[in-house]
């Protein structure tokens, strides 16, 4: 099993451009997140989906996007990027956390994006 | 509103010497809480996390954590350090029906030989 991956590895961008994330599980997971991480700031939520089909806001969601293309894939898009959105960016799941909310997250390695 | 504190941003230690990362949440109900490790340039990975089952919880490679709730905290400990335990501690919290994370701000453990 390969986990968690996330496409691309890195990536840089101009102000005003866009761009979409893409993160896939192989773990049968119901759950997935989108997660930026801030030198000093931890990790902060900006969307997760509780099932297939639903998506639900986070702690950071303004300037993202999201879509739950189906039980393996859960992808971040960026519309117009800015400078305030350069971060590493990581997507987790988790197996069924409505039932049980001390699932273990799973992180996938990290997009690391710049935008100049 | 729940939330963690991690007291340092920076922990160094001496190989063997004991390992004291420190956690402390606020919530208004009964928390649920976990360590994650980040090694550079990886994810996270669960080291621990506290149920409800037991106060004192082990985790992988040696880690260990106490529940406390008079005094709110959840710290992490180990023994003896490894060079191989250099790396950054975050210490999460959820309470709700569904498992939406909040991670402190991160530890980073560095071992010198």
């Known amino acids: 099993n390969a986990g968690v991956t996330q496409t691309p590895k890195f990536q840089v961008l101009k102000t005003g451009q866009s761009m979409t994330l893409q993160c896939a599980q192989d773990m049968n997971h119901n759950s997935m997140y989108w997660y930026r991480q801030d030198p000093g700031m931890g990790l902060r939520l900006i969307y997760y989906s509780a099932s297939e089909g639903t998506t639900d806001k986070g702690e950071v969601p303004n300037g993202y996007n999201v879509s739950r293309l189906n039980k393996r894939e859960f992808s971040l898009r960026l519309e117009s990027a800015a400078p305030s959105q350069t971060s590493v960016y990581f997507c987790?799941?988790?197996?069924?956390?409505?039932?049980?909310?001390?699932?273990?997250?799973?992180f996938g390695p990290g997009t690391r994006l710049t935008v100049l | 509103a729940q939330s963690v504190t991690q007291l340092g941003s920076h922990v160094s230690v001496s190989e063997g010497a004991l390992v004291l990362l420190r956690c402390n949440y606020s919530?208004?109900?009964?928390?649920?809480l976990f360590w994650y490790v980040q090694y550079p340039n990886q994810g996270l990975q669960l080291l621990l996390k506290?149920?409800?089952?037991?106060?004192l919880v082990k985790g992988i490679n040696g880690f260990e954590a106490e529940f406390k709730k008079s005094e709110t905290s959840f710290h992490l400990t180990k023994p003896s350090a490894h060079m191989s335990d250099a790396a950054e501690y975050f210490c999460a919290v959820t309470n709700t029906g569904f498992q939406k994370l909040v991670f402190g701000t991160g530890t980073r453990l560095l071992v010198s030989p």
């Open positions: 506290y149920t409800s089952a037991a106060t």
């Open positions: 919530s208004s109900v009964p928390p649920y």
């Open positions: 987790a799941s988790s197996e069924n956390p409505r039932t049980s909310p001390t699932d273990t997250q799973y």
